[in-house]
């Protein structure tokens, strides 16, 4: 099993550019989670999906959308990027909320 | 004030020493979660709790809801010990992060 995989590892955007982070798992997981962490702040979530169909706001959602595409796949969208979404993203997921989240290896934006 | 604070922020061991790291947080909560992350940026779930104590090898993690306090305990700690361990607490289908405690073990 990969367990929870990321891709891209590293990206460099321009600000006003889009992109999409993907993340999969292959436990059979219903929840899935996007955070961010950066220096000092620590991670904060940005959206979460309790199940497949389902999306929810976490404390930073503004400035992006999610897709729940099926079980497996949780997707992360930058519409237009700007400085201040350079960071550390991290997707996780678990068998259900309030149970062990398992982490992704994270992807490096850095928006410029 | 942070809804979750951990203490200490840095610690510094020598090799075979009892850690103790400590989390507190001041608002009610279904789980309260530790996490360990490696100098190269991965994050690794150590324990899961709502409740009393569990223990995983040398690591021994506790809870008391009344007191909105949970401890980290590593036992016999070794220089691959050295991580960030960060304290999280789901609240309302939310999760809130500690800034994390800085651990070095030195051989």
């Known amino acids: 099993n990969a367990g929870v995989t990321q891709t891209p590892k590293f990206q460099v955007l321009k600000t006003g550019q889009s992109m999409t982070l993907q993340c999969a798992q292959d436990?059979?997981?219903?929840?899935m989670y996007w955070y961010r962490q950066d220096p000092g702040m620590g991670l904060r979530l940005i959206y979460y999906?309790?199940?497949?169909?389902?999306?929810d706001k976490g404390e930073v959602p503004n400035g992006y959308n999610v897709s729940r595409l099926n079980k497996r796949e949780f997707s992360l969208r930058l519409e237009s990027a700007a400085p201040s979404q350079t960071s550390v993203y991290f997707c996780?997921?678990?068998?259900?909320?309030?149970?062990?989240?398992?982490f992704g290896p994270g992807t490096r934006l850095t928006v410029t | 004030k942070n809804e979750v604070e951990q203490s200490p922020q840095n610690l510094t061991a020598q090799e075979g020493e009892f850690i103790t790291i400590n989390c507190s947080y001041s608002v009610g909560i279904s789980a309260l979660h530790w996490l360990q992350q490696h100098p190269g940026g991965g994050i690794v779930s150590l324990f899961m709790l709502s409740s009393g104590k569990k223990k995983h090898g040398r690591l021994i993690a506790t809870i008391n809801i009344q007191e909105k306090h949970s401890s980290l305990h590593i036992t016999a700690s070794h220089p691959r010990d050295s991580a960030v361990y960060i304290c999280?607490?789901?609240?309302?289908?939310?999760?809130?992060f500690g800034a994390g405690t800085r651990l070095t073990v030195k051989p």
């Open positions: 996780a997921s678990s068998a259900s909320q309030d149970y062990e989240q398992y």
């Open positions: 999906s309790a199940s497949e169909g389902t999306t």
């Open positions: 436990m059979n997981h219903n929840s």
């Open positions: 999280a607490v789901e609240v309302d289908n939310d999760m809130r």
